[in-house]
């Protein structure tokens, strides 16, 4: 009787914060059952399961894709395919006992995002087919086609309607795609492992996809629906936070990963090689494989909470939403602390100083706001605090070891000169998705490959290292239609702020660290509001923006 | 009157959301269960136990003396020792450890391991942890607390046990390989003094009946002849070639019943020792090394 009411209560709140009650209920069973599931066996039949009870809910693959992608890549685990990038011979450091391997999961994640690939592209596909056929074919031709096919397709079908690419109309759109075909182009002419090249280059191009498939799905839904599964979205990623920042604080008091069949390492990995870290403190790593890894994601998920927040904070009851978004970055600052990732402390603080600095009035308010709300927890506040410093300024001291001649400033200054080396020798569309490592082993086997063969530790380096210059010159264009169709769509100061203090603080991260955050969850939700700000004549009444 | 019809069909609320399907959520809902149905071919592949043989060494280099596995390691691995995965099943195991126990510190030693891996029946290879056994290949594997690394030797091994034959091998201690002088001063004359016969101390622990075990308890080599003589110092003083015998020396002759392993063709002692005249053979007993000098060789009927 009690489970009743407290399960009747929870779908009354739910419903009261405008959710999609059965997406965001399935979605959190679904988190939290693989948690629990033993093998990755079971992992892949609860993923399945999962996917095709939101068909049948939905009746739409276009709001499965939606709402269950970001759930899907989060759990990115599955059957691993191994290659080996440099023999073991080749490396003298003891890490790599097995040579330098790069991999590729076979993953639900994976299956969903080739689904989504060929969903955007029958969509697409068959939109362009109806004006070729339109435009080409005489008229009487088309209208025994339509005869013929009447029965078939329906007249509402969505490759007949108003369902798709309007996306095309925009240039960011545009030259993001243009990117993409210069990725798939680089990766088929790579001369290291082609094939896992290409493999990498599509599961990057399946959230562009995402992005162009909930275009077409806003595009299609009424105003209350959009309100909705936006809402679900922010709810997800919500959730998908406290998952990844629970998994991080067991780990932090475990000191080491957990076991779970979902985590992505099952050993402690080793910290400290470069000397500048302390090997004795074991850095979380989450649902990743590195710490700086998930540092890079929370950085950009608690930039996406924010932007969500901003554009559904009006319609949620003030105290509710006052809630979320006051956990969400305790949640995901917390997490990033405990990473000791001293380049997303650079990009957390770059963020917050271009918020402050551009709308200081606001970020104070917000920064009082958030101080008071934690008036009552003052003491555990200060002692985590105390502990916090002391942890950061182990990292900090140890960081100037990093100026050693064997520091890890040398190792990088080197890596990024070989890099560089590499790039000349071939320039304009580099050595192939994800092959950096095989690339620079070929180039120069005596180099610093051999006692650290890891990714070019700057993310724009390792950008035109694998896909060349062209790729970048496409994706500048690409970014700067898209801060243009920003400015176009006049959305608040803040919100801007946002976009960029965001956009700026994954670029930031880029600085040092192998990674590519051209397409980061935050520029794909930035790409989402500008299609829903387009339409403000339908959604004005009740978004903030 | 048709919607009647299906208010009263048991599964009307499933048929009247899949009629709500379109096209494309039929495509995408086809092309996700697709990929999972290729991919399970591959999931619901069997992983199989290979039992493969494993020569240990501490690093990936040639089997030298410095590369075997030392006591210290030796004496951390035990038949049954097994790493297991979450499930509790078993990933790599022990069966079988052979070496030749002695008193040497890196000592020869071959482990069977029982692997959990996948059989691809098109290239005909297992693999373990996503690479390929390969004999030749130099692996390790990971169990409980210790890293097992050397070269595979054998994959499947033959459950046949090898053909062994008994060898009656006659030989000599020759000094110049029992005085532990460095390789270079191993020449007949050395300061113009002519040795023959090796020191007493090491002469008098060669006696009849001394035996070399593997671990399993099988005698691989047994003295079952010593004939001792008095060890004679040759050199030439005033023109005139002297030979006199040493008191410090004894000139060893022995024989050794040898049990060898037919590899390929022929028999090898140790697995890797061959029984040629005129080189030496390498023997470990208890406290004591020597590496007699064949002269002739008597297969034992």
Known sequence: MYRRNFITSIKKFLLSLGVELVPFASTVTYL???TATPSRRAFFVVSFVYFAYLVYHTSSIKKTIFYSFFPFWLLNVGREFLFVAVPHEAIRSPLYWEGRIITF????????????????????????????YKWIIPFPICQLFRVIFRPIIRQKNPIMGNDVPHGLRYKYLLFFLITFVLFFVSSSLSAYFPDLSLLYTTTEFSFLAWLMLAVVTFRNSSNKEVIKMLTTLFFIFFVMLILEAGITYLQFIKQGVIGLTVEKVLTIPAFGFGADENR???RPVGLSYHANSLANWQVSLLTTIILLWLTIQKI???RISNFFIVSSIVLSVSTIVLTLSRSAYLSLIMFLLLLFIFNYKTTLKALRFTLNYFQKLKIPILILGAYFIYVISNRAFNTLFSLSETGGLTTRQTQISEAIQLIRGSPLLGVGNGMFISASYDFNPQGVVRFFPEYVHNGFILFIAERGLLPLVTY?????????????????????????????A???????????????????VTALLIEVKRHAKRYKQKLSL | MPNDISKNYPYSSIIKRVNKLKWVDILGVVTFFLILVVASFFFLRRPEYVTITVRLLESNAPASEYNRPRQLFVENLQKGLRETDQLGRTV????????????IVNQDVFATLKVRSIYNKRTGQYSYNGLPILIGEYRSFRLQNLRLSGVIVDIEPNEVPRETKKYLVTGFLDSRDHDNRPPEERVAIVDGINVDGVKNFLADKIVPGLKMFDNQGTVVAEITLVNKTPGKISFIQNNRYVEVNDPDRKYVEITIEVLTEKI???????????LTVGETIFLTFDNLRIRPTITSIKEVE
């Not at chain 1, 930031?508 to 969850?521: A, D, G, R």
């Not at chain 2, 390929?264 to 061959?274: C, I, L």
């Open chain 2, 264 to 274: 390929s063709d022929d028999y090898y002692f140790q697995k890797e020792q061959a």
């Open chain 1, 280 to 282: 004795l403190y074991f």
């Open chain 1, 506 to 524: 994954n670029y930031v991260m880029m600085l040092f660290q192998p990674f590519v955050n051209l397409f980061s969850l935050n520029i794909l």
């Open chain 1, 476 to 504: 500048i264009l690409g970014i700067y239609y898209l801060y243009k169709s920003v400015k176009e769509s006049l959305f608040p100061k803040t919100v801007q702020l946002v976009i960029i203090s965001g956009v700026i």
């Open chain 1, 316 to 318: 949620l009851p003030k």
């Open chain 1, 32 to 34: 939290l059952v693989s």
């Open chain 2, 92 to 103: 790599v195991e022990i069966l079988d450890i052979y070496r030749y126990p002695s008193s």
């Open chain 1, 105 to 132: 999961i076979f993953s639900p994640f994976f299956i969903l995002s080739i689904t989504t690939i060929v969903v955007v592209y029958a969509l697409v596909s068959g939109n362009l087919l109806k004006n070729i």
